[in-house]
């Protein structure tokens, strides 16, 4: 899965931060938190792939446009 940015996201990590995705459509009307997206994800909250890395660029869109 390639980026914005041009970094691309490790095929392992991919299913993880698309549990953390689901987690954001599913519940955005609560309050979400990196703690919380982190470890439904199980990766660390300071977890970063070539400075690139976030859930939301992970799916394709910017927070804008996963707040529909």
Known sequence: MALRGGGAVPADLVPRLRLARDR???DY????????????AGISKFYRN???CSVLQAGGEGPRGSAR
């Open 24 to 26: 954001i459509d599913r």
């Open 29 to 40: 009307r609560s309050d979400l938190d990196l703690d919380g997206l982190a470890a439904v």
């Open 50 to 52: 070539a400075g690139q």
